[in-house]
C-alpha cells in the first residue's frame, strides 16, 4: 500500500523539555490511524508538526512523498480538527465551513453545494445559520470536522476529537466519525490518551512515550504481544508484580523476574468449586471490590502482591476480606529486553494427572 | 444575583456615606463647572467658546487625540497581537514596559521628551538643520499624549485575546488564510467591542491630558495650548467664567464618552448572549 505521512528521525525541544526524540513512523493511504499516549508524551506535537503548526528542530516529514517541513500549513493538504474545536465564534455553521473554500477563491456555486453537501453529511442541515455557541459539544465537533474536510484535504488531523464530550455522546460519535472517515476514504490520525477509544476507533495504533514511539500497529496485535514493558502497562489494566516466581506455575523463569499481569490472566473464584483448576490456584485474601456496572473489579492480594481481577456479577459476590482462590493464566516477562508470554506451568501439570 | 434592599442602620450609614462622597466628589464639581461657566449669563458663556484662542485649543486637543488614538490603535493592535500569539524571549519584559506609562508621573514623561528632543538633546542640531520643531509645538503634544495613552488599547486586548487563544487563527492558518486575512476575517471580530473600549478609553485620556503636555508645550496661545492649558492660563488670569466655559466643553465630551461607553458595554453583552 502507498504511504501517505512518513517521519524520519524527528526530534522537537521545547526549553529542556524533550517533545519529540527520534520519532519515526510511517502511515499507509487510507488508514485510521491513532497516535496513543500518555499526556506529555509527545503525540500532539508530532500532529501538529504534521499539520505544520510546529517545527521540527531536525528530521523530515513526508506527506504523499513529498518533503514538507518548509511549507506552511495551509499548503501541505491537511485538515486540521482541534480538540476545542476553535470554530469561530462569529460565524455561522455555514460560514464556518465556507471559510478554507472562501480562502482558496472557490466559485460561490461550488462553495454553496459543497458546505450543503457537508451539512447535510453531519447531520445539521436545520442548524446551519446557528453560532458555535448556540450549539451542543457533539455538533460543534461535528461541524468542525465538515469545516476541515471542506477544502478536501488528502489527510485529516483530528487533536483529541472527543476529549471535551460527554460519555454518551462521544460512544456515538466515535462510530459516526469511524463509518464516516472509512466512507470517504480519507487518510486520518488522531491523538487520544483514552486506550479504549484508540483500540476502538483506530485501524492502527502508535503508541508514543517520552517522545518516542514504542510501538505501531493493528489493536489486536498490540494487544496481545506488546513488544515493550511500557507498552505492556499502558494497555489493558495491568499490574507490575517484581517477581512472577513467586506465584504457583512459575517459578522456573529465567533472567530478570519482573512481570506484568492483565486482570483478563487472572481467574478469581471464591471457592474450589468455582474454578477448574483448584490446584494450580494459590490463596489469596480479597483487598477490594468495585463495581463496574457491567462486572465487578475485585483486588485481592497474593503473597504479599495486590492483583487485579474480573468477576463476573452471575457469581457469588466476595466481600472484603473473604478468601479466594486465584488462578494466574498466564505473565507477560520483559527477561533481557525481550517480551515473553508465560503461560502457567502448573495448569499443565495438572491436566497431565487428570 | 439578587438585588437586597437594605434593612439595618449600619447599612443606611454605608450606602449615605457613598452617596455623600459622590455627591461632594462627582456631582458638586459638574454642577459647579455648569454654574460658573453659567454665572455671567449664555452671551458671555458663547462668547467665551467662541473666542479665537479658544476655538483654537479645541482643534489642538482634537487633533492630538485622534493622532494619539489613531497611533495606539495600531500600536495597541499590533502589541497585543505579539504578546498572545507568539512565543519571544522577552515578553515579560516588554509586557511590563507596556505600563511603564501608568506607572511614570506625566510630568516625567514630558521631561523625558524634552531631554530626549530639546535643546540639550544630541540630535538637536540635525533637527534644527532640517527645521523639525518638536518640543514647544504640535510634534511635542502628540508625541507626550501618545506616550501617556500608549498602555489603553494594548491593555485592553490581551485579556480578552488570551482567553480566546490562538486556535482558530491556527484553524484559518492550516485552510490556507494569509496572515491578513486571519486578521482581517478571524481575529478582527473577535477582538470588536474590546478594541472598541479600548479606544473610548484611550480618548478619554487623550482629551484631558496636562501633565506631559503642559511641559512640552510651551503654552503658546493660538498655537501650543491645549484645551486643558488653555483653562488653566485663563483661570490663573482669574478670568473664571471663560475658564469654566472652555472646562464645560471637556465636561461635555467626557459626559458624551461615558454614554458611548456604556453603549459599547451593553451592545458587546448582547452580542455575547446571541453568540456572535
Keep these: 500500500m502507498a504511504i501517505e505521512v512518513e517521519l524520519k528521525h524527528i526530534h522537537k525541544n521545547f526549553g529542556t523539555f524533550k517533545a519529540s526524540d527520534d520519532v519515526n513512523l510511517t502511515v ?10 500518555p499526556s506529555g508524551s509527545g503525540k500532539t506535537t508530532i500532529l501538529r508538526m504534521i499539520a505544520g503548526l510546529e517545527h521540527p528542530d531536525s528530521g523530515d516529514i513526508f506527506i504523499a512523498g513529498k518533503r514538507v517541513n518548509d511549507l506552511p500549513a495551509g499548503r501541505r493538504g491537511i485538515g486540521f480538527v482541534f480538540q476545542n474545536y476553535a470554530l469561530f465564534r462569529h460565524m455561522t455553521v455555514r460560514e464556518n465551513i465556507a471559510f478554507g473554500l472562501k480562502v482558496q477563491k472557490v466559485p460561490p456555486k461550488e462553495i454553496k453545494a459543497r458546505v450543503d453537501k457537508l451539512v447535510e453529511l453531519i447531520g445539521l442541515a ?21 469545516r476541515a474536510l471542506a477544502p478536501e484535504p488528502e489527510l485529516l488531523l483530528l487533536d483529541e476529537p472527543f476529549a471535551a464530550i460527554d460519555a454518551k455522546v462521544r460512544k ?12 470517504l476514504g480519507i487518510t486520518s490520525i488522531f491523538v487520544t490518551h483514552d486506550q479504549d477509544e484508540a483500540v476502538e476507533v483506530a485501524d492502527d495504533i502508535i503508541i508514543t512515550n517520552h517522545g518516542h514511539v514504542e510501538q505501531a500497529g493493528p489493536p489486536a496485535a498490540i494487544y ?11 494497555i489493558g489494566e495491568s499490574v507490575h508484580v517484581p517477581d512472577y516466581t513467586v506465584f504457583k506455575g512459575f517459578s522456573n523463569g529465567a533472567g530478570s523476574h519482573e512481570g506484568i499481569l492483565r486482570p483478563e490472566f487472572l481467574e478469581i473464584a471464591a471457592d474450589e468449586e468455582e474454578i477448574l483448576m483448584p490446584l494450580a490456584a494459590e490463596q489469596g485474601t480479597v483487598k477490594a471490590v468495585y463495581f463496574r456496572g457491567s ?5 485481592v492480594e497474593v503473597k504479599g502482591q495486590l492483583l487485579h481481577g474480573w468477576r463476573s456479577l452471575e457469581k457469588k459476590p466476595l466481600h472484603e476480606g473473604d478468601k479466594a482462590l486465584v488462578l494466574i493464566h498466564r505473565v507477560y516477562s520483559f527477561a533481557g529486553g525481550k517480551t515473553q508470554i508465560i503461560e502457567n506451568s502448573a495448569k499443565q501439570e495438572e491436566s497431565v494427572v487428570i | 444575583m439578587v438585588a437586597v434592599k437594605p434593612h439595618n442602620f449600619r447599612q443606611w450609614g454605608l450606602i449615605g456615606l457613598a452617596a455623600v462622597f459622590l455627591l461632594v466628589m462627582l456631582v458638586l464639581p459638574l454642577i459647579l463647572v455648569a454654574s460658573e461657566a453659567l454665572a455671567k449669563g449664555w452671551q458671555v458663556y458663547l462668547d467665551a467658546l467662541n473666542e479665537p484662542f479658544a476655538r483654537k485649543a479645541l482643534f489642538l486637543t482634537l487633533e492630538a487625540t485622534v493622532a494619539a488614538v489613531l497611533g495606539n490603535t495600531v500600536f495597541g493592535l499590533a502589541s497585543a497581537w505579539l504578546l498572545t500569539k507568539y512565543d519571544f524571549r522577552g515578553k515579560a519584559f516588554w509586557s511590563s514596559l507596556l505600563d511603564l506609562p501608568f506607572a511614570i508621573s506625566p510630568v516625567v514623561a514630558g521631561l523625558l521628551f524634552v531631554i ?7 540630535i538637536y542640531p540635525f533637527l534644527r538643520a532640517e527645521h523639525i520643531a518638536i518640543i514647544f509645538a504640535v510634534p511635542g503634544i502628540i508625541l507626550a499624549t501618545v506616550f501617556v495613552t500608549f498602555p489603553f488599547i494594548t491593555r485592553e486586548l490581551v485579556p480578552i485575546m488570551e482567553a480566546q487563544g490562538r486556535s ?10 494569509s496572515g491578513w486575512t486571519i486578521f482581517r476575517r478571524v481575529t478582527l471580530p473577535n477582538i470588536k467591542w474590546a478594541l472598541i473600549y479600548g479606544v473610548i478609553l484611550c480618548t478619554a485620556r487623550a482629551l484631558g491630558e496636562f501633565g506631559a503636555v503642559s511641559v512640552v508645550s510651551g503654552h503658546i496661545r493660538g498655537k501650543t495650548n491645549t484645551l486643558p492649558l488653555h483653562i488653566e492660563i485663563l483661570y490663573n488670569e482669574y478670568n473664571f467664567t471663560a475658564a469654566f466655559a472652555v472646562a464645560s466643553i471637556l465636561v461635555i465630551l467626557a459626559v458624551v464618552i461615558l454614554i458611548l461607553r456604556n453603549l459599547v458595554e451593553w451592545r458587546a453583552k448582547r452580542g455575547l448572549r446571541n453568540g456572535n
Design chain 1, 295 to 299: 462486572n465487578v473489579q475485585v483486588a
Design chain 1, 224 to 234: 496481545q504481544h506488546p513488544e515493550t514493558p511500557f507498552v505492556a502497562d499502558f
Design chain 1, 28 to 37: 499507509e493511504k487510507g488508514k485510521l490511524i491513532g497516535l496513543l499516549g
Design chain 1, 126 to 146: 436545520e442548524f446551519d445559520g446557528r453560532y458555535p455557541q448556540q450549539l451542543s459539544g457533539g455538533q460543534r465537533q461535528r461541524v468542525a470536522f465538515a
Design chain 2, 116 to 122: 530626549l528632543f530639546g535643546r540639550m538633546s544630541p
Design chain 2, 168 to 177: 482558530e487563527e491556527e484553524a484559518a492558518a492550516t485552510m490556507g488564510a
Design chain 1, 172 to 183: 456515538e460519535l466515535r462510530q459516526w466519525l469511524r463509518a464516516t472517515i472509512h466512507q
